[in-house]
């Protein structure tokens, strides 16, 4: 079984749209890191979070964690179709093995001019 | 060293044959990590090496299954016996020791059992 919700399933914008990609987990989370994944390839790390409150950007995606650490979210400003892909949220949780990272089922953003 | 390399990109076996797949990680990582990837899941863990040392091992990696990191630098999966259901993307990622820290894929192998 997932350890992490990601939602929505799936996400289909225009270009230029914002979006908004959230991961929760019932657990409090040690790490959370986003990826992105191009179909049939490897993962591409995006952003690590760590502490509760926590938010950072790359060019035009913002990831932030909730102060509980148990919520995150990825927004996208702007959309382009460069975006398109699977993002994946993956968690160290305490108690586990540091770097053991447990993963969603991922969010296929499709970008469409 | 640009990444996490693995090899082969992709490989087709016949049921009951034997496959392994290679992972050269970042060379300064010495945490090295493997995952399993089928159609529409996030990956899931396989087991972990820290130097050359397996450190541990998911239930989902059954008796077929061995890995390997001689010397803590590449790492080699092999699958025996294969079967349909070991069909999947295989990735490896590698991260330093230290802390919290992210870790970096690599292409990952796909594997199809036919």
């Known amino acids: 079984s997932q350890e992490l919700e990601q939602s929505p399933q799936s996400l289909i914008v225009q270009e230029g749209k914002n979006l908004t990609i959230n991961c929760t987990s019932s657990?409090?989370?040690?790490?959370l890191y986003w990826y992105k994944q191009k179909y049939g390839e490897g993962l591409i790390f995006l952003m690590m979070?760590?502490?509760?409150?926590e938010e950072k950007s790359h060019e035009k995606i913002t990831a932030k964690l909730d102060e509980k650490k148990q919520q995150s979210s990825l927004h996208i400003t702007a959309s382009q179709p460069s975006h398109a892909g699977i993002y994946l949220c993956?968690?160290?949780?305490?108690?586990?093995?540091?770097?053991?990272?447990?993963f969603g089922r991922g969010t296929q953003l499709t970008v469409w001019p | 060293d640009t990444g996490v390399s693995q090899d082969p990109r992709h490989k087709i076996t016949k049921r009951g044959q034997n496959v392994t797949f290679r992972c050269d990680p970042i060379?300064?990582?010495?945490?090295l990590y493997w995952y399993r990837q089928t159609l529409g899941q996030g990956p899931e863990f396989l087991t972990y090496?820290?130097?050359?040392?397996?450190?541990?091992k998911s239930r989902l990696l059954s008796d077929r299954f061995s890995a390997e990191r001689p010397k803590g630098s590449f790492s080699t999966l092999e699958i025996q016996r294969t079967e349909q259901g070991d069909s999947a993307m295989y990735l490896c990622?590698?991260?330093?020791?230290?802390?919290?820290?992210?870790?970096?894929f690599g292409q990952g192998t796909r594997l199809t059992v036919v």
């Open positions: 090496f820290q130097n050359e040392a397996q450190l541990e």
């Open positions: 990622a590698s991260s330093f020791t230290q802390g919290v820290t992210e870790a970096f």
């Open positions: 979070l760590q502490k509760g409150g």
């Open positions: 657990k409090t989370l040690y790490g």
């Open positions: 993956g968690a160290d949780r305490r108690g586990s093995t540091l770097g053991r990272l447990y």
């Open positions: 060379s300064e990582h010495n945490r």
